[in-house]
């Protein structure tokens, strides 16, 4: 059985370099949407915990709160749909969303009831 973890303890999520380069891009690219939003007002800030993800991510640490990974898994999907320019990078998300998708999946509280 999968050790559970709780909300606010870290846990690693293993990246080869690429993959490390696609979040960090990703998260970055996500982050300043908000900067140029707050002048047209058409993108919906990010959470707090994207902003808390990127800046450890950018200190060279993989690991993640529960809240962060289930962010980060929701910007990687926004992403990975795009029709723009994020293309390229589908295959990259892609394993991205699969490696967050299992922490995730690994780390559910145990079901009541």
């Known amino acids: 059985m999968a050790a559970r973890s709780t909300s606010s303890q870290s846990i690693p999520l293993p990246l080869p370099p690429a993959e490390h380069w696609t979040l960090h891009h990703v998260l970055l690219h996500r982050i300043e949407q908000e900067r140029t939003a707050e002048e047209t007002s058409t993108v919906e800030p990010p959470p707090l915990e994207i902003f808390h993800a ?3 991510l ?3 640490n993989t690991q993640f709160t529960i809240a962060q990974f289930k962010a980060i898994q929701e910007v990687l ?3 990975h749909h795009a029709t723009t320019w ?3 990078e589908r295959a990259r998300i892609e394993r991205l969303l699969h ?3 299992t922490i995730l999946e690994a780390n559910q509280p145990p ?3």
């Open 54 to 56: 990127f800046e450890r």
């Open 58 to 60: 950018d200190a060279g």
């Open 77 to 79: 999907a926004e992403y």
């Open 86 to 88: 994020w293309e390229v």
């Open 99 to 101: 490696r967050v998708a």
């Open 111 to 113: 079901q009541t009831g």
